[in-house]
């Protein structure tokens, strides 16, 4: 079937899916089978940079590592592979500054009243020190304090105190009474994830707070058992470490310009970064989150690239740095870019092909012509594809807040991985499902050949 022929009929699928969206009835409506498109997703390609980005060497891609530098030279060579070209203000590269971790020691001990171990607590499972923006740094054996979760601190003595708090993270933050204290120790609930179930207690955090004093969130399980030793001959010993520098990271971004002048624009964007190194060493490989995204986007470069002479729209390809930190890189290139607004579609992949999950779309989708397009397409194809609550959790934010309307962000929403996965050392291979990462790439392969591409 021509393309004139295909870019109508994706044109009446449109209008059938804004027609039917106030329909109440549940009976399923029924679709046309989409024509079989001229490109294909080449998941054995995808699969390739998936597993080259997880590898050791690259421990965990924390931004600021030499890790990280490695996985953004192998994405600069592999655009530099297929053809595109740069989009950064250094080649591929598009260099920023921010902060990040050095180091960190995280070691925690129950001392009996003869100065032996009674119990060696697990960082990430009993406690995680809390990423001060001033920088963590204590080494004391000490007893502790209980503090209620009703006490008027201010009638309490906390001067260079070990402090247990009973009260939860929400406030501790903010309590400028313990700016006197040596330590505090709080207790930690398990928070909301993406789909507003929790995650796990304790998530590798590359992201700094301010804090009056150096802080330990505990378990509510470990705060019990510490209670209740209280004022009974216990030590604390503590030697914790969190030591925050100054670093230049790039993005990496290419582009495949429209043969023609034009100012339609494409942004396809994943994160490379992730969470690094634990303190006992373990990796954090995030497979789904987000080497994935980024096989993902690095498979379509190739797909358009091949078809490069038949664009009818630029189409930039962004490897975002810093999103684990608090969104970093892709602000700076909002901050950046140059291009209307209005003629500009913006997809952001983050946590992709989770085993056992189901595809969602978050962003601004009230207002995004691309949201209807690729719900249309995906519809059609017989491909579940939910609209759920924007969290603003991922790259797509900072180009919501900027002003842009056409921003979707795809991600595999799973409860399972995030209760067991989500920024840990066994976000690996193991829990990719290539199915999904194949059908997803298709379906974008799919849009952008009817939307970006001309002729045939």
């Known amino acids: 079937m021509g393309r004139t022929r295909l870019m109508k009929l994706f044109a009446f699928l449109l209008l059938c899916s804004v027609a039917f969206a106030g329909c109440k009835s549940e009976q399923p409506q029924p679709h046309a089978q989409l024509p079989e498109t001229a490109l294909q997703f080449d998941v054995d390609q995808a699969l390739v940079h998936l597993d080259e980005l997880t590898q050791d060497r690259y421990t965990g891609r924390m931004a600021g590592t030499e890790g990280n530098m490695l996985a953004a030279e192998y994405l600069a060579d592999t655009f530099g592979e297929l053809g595109l070209q740069s989009f950064g203000e250094d080649g591929f590269y598009q260099w920023y500054n921010q902060n990040t971790i050095a180091s960190t020691i995280a070691e925690l001990e129950l ?22 923006s001033s920088g963590l740094s204590v080494d004391l ?4 304090m209980l503090v209620g979760a009703e006490t008027n601190l201010a009638g309490v003595n906390l001067d260079s105190k070990v402090v247990l708090w009973d009260r939860m993270h929400d406030t501790i933050h903010s309590e400028t009474a313990f700016s006197q204290a040596k330590l505090v120790l709080y207790s930690r609930e398990r928070t909301g994830g993406y789909g507003n179930g929790p995650v796990p207690l304790f998530l590798t955090s590359t992201r700094f707070r301010e804090t009056p004093t150096d802080m330990v969130a505990i378990s509510p399980e470990t705060f019990l058992y510490l209670s209740g030793l209280t004022g009974k001959g216990y030590e604390l010993r503590a030697k914790l470490k969190v030591e925050q520098v100054a670093v230049r990271v790039p993005n990496v971004l290419g582009l495949l310009p429209a043969p023609e002048q034009t100012e339609q624009t494409v942004i396809i964007a994943a994160h490379f970064d992730h969470m690094g190194t634990d303190p006992d060493g373990s990796i954090n490989r995030g497979a789904s989150d987000n080497a994935a995204g980024v096989a993902l986007m690095t498979e379509l470069a190739r797909v358009l690239a091949d078809q490069r002479d038949s664009l009818t729209c630029n189409v930039v390809f962004a490897a975002f740095n810093g999103e684990e930190h608090g969104l970093l890189g892709s602000s700076y290139f909002v901050e950046q870019l140059k291009v209307d607004k209005d003629k500009c579609r913006i997809i952001v992949l983050d946590v992709v092909a989770c085993r056992d999950s189901r595809l969602v779309a978050q962003g601004a989708l009230s207002r995004a012509t691309l949201w209807d397009e690729i719900k249309a397409l995906a519809d059609d194809t017989g491909m579940t594809l939910t609209a759920v609550d924007d969290t603003g959790r991922s790259d797509h934010a900072p180009f919501i807040r900027a002003g842009y309307n056409n921003v979707v962000w795809l991600m595999h929403f799973s409860q399972g ?4 996965y989500y920024h840990t050392p066994e976000d690996t291979l193991d829990i990719i499902d290539s199915e999904l990462l194949s059908s997803l790439g298709q379906l974008l392969t799919n849009y952008l050949e009817l939307y970006c591409l001309t002729g045939g």
């Open 417 to 420: 991985y995030f209760d067991r």
């Open 111 to 132: 001392l009996n009243s003869d100065g032996r171990i009674e119990r060696t607590f697990k960082c990430r499972q009993d406690f995680l020190p809390v990423n001060r």
């Open 141 to 144: 054996t000490d007893p502790w």
